[in-house]
């Protein structure tokens, strides 16, 4: 079973619009964390915002807040106010703490910021 | 600048071929991490050092595959015999014993031909 899903391949936003990327993820171990990270075509790994499995609030950072449901196994990403630079592909990547070390990232939503 | 650094950017070899990548974690990060990237996919984790000592290595990691950190600072991939397949973006990662987050190098993307 995937580890880390993201079912949207390519969604496209109107600047200064917010817009919501999916994920979804699956594990039985009761700590972990969750993250987003954003990368432009340099191809460089851009981290964006992180989230405790046992943080009782939604983590924010900037323009960029997770909607984290637990019970849903979800955590998406919001962007705020899009910008042009806002273009990239974006992953999801969860890490459990009793399994290593190692980050288990999904397949990616490329995001288009229209003018 | 002290963010992750990789060497070379970019790599095109022919089959056969051995290659080796370099990385350079920020200061005082005891953890680095190799990750491989293909097209249209998230990053692969191959392999993982805590200070000089590799603590986990992927199924991904054939023998072809090796990875060092003498020292505890800077690390190298190499791939011996290389092959088509292993055209790809190769990621190093570094963290803080203390924080929960990966910081990525630019990568060195590597194409075989």
């Known amino acids: 079973a995937q580890k880390i899903t993201q079912t949207q391949p390519g969604m496209f936003v109107q600047e200064k619009e917010a817009v919501t990327l999916d994920c979804t993820y699956d594990t039985s171990d009761p700590s972990y964390g969750l993250f987003w990270y954003k990368q432009p075509s340099s191809g460089e790994m851009i981290f964006l915002i992180y989230?405790?499995?046992?943080?009782?609030q939604n983590a924010t950072e900037g323009r960029y807040s997770l909607n984290f449901q637990k019970a849903r196994k979800s955590a998406n990403l919001v962007i705020s106010a899009s910008q042009l630079g806002d273009s990239a592909m974006y992953f999801c990547?969860?890490?459990?703490?009793?399994?290593?070390?190692?980050?288990?990232f999904g397949t990616g939503t490329s995001l288009t910021v229209i003018p | 600048d002290t963010g992750v650094s990789q060497d070379p950017r970019h790599k095109i070899t022919k089959r056969g071929q051995n290659v080796t990548f370099r990385c350079d974690p920020i200061?005082?990060?005891?953890?680095l991490y190799w990750y491989r990237q293909t097209l249209g996919q998230g990053p692969e984790f191959l392999t993982y050092?805590?200070?000089?000592?590799?603590?986990?290595k992927s199924r991904l990691l054939s023998d072809r595959f090796s990875a060092e950190r003498p020292k505890g600072s800077f690390s190298t991939l190499e791939i011996q015999r290389t092959e088509q397949g292993d055209s790809a973006m190769y990621l190093c990662?570094?963290?803080?014993?203390?924080?929960?987050?990966?910081?990525f190098g630019p990568g060195t993307r590597l194409l075989v031909l």
């Open positions: 200061s005082e990060h005891n953890r």
């Open positions: 989230q405790g499995s046992y943080d009782q």
């Open positions: 990547a969860m890490r459990e703490e009793n399994t290593g070390n190692q980050f288990y």
């Open positions: 990662a570094s963290e803080h014993p203390v924080q929960e987050t990966q910081y």
């Open positions: 050092f805590q200070n000089e000592a590799q603590l986990e």
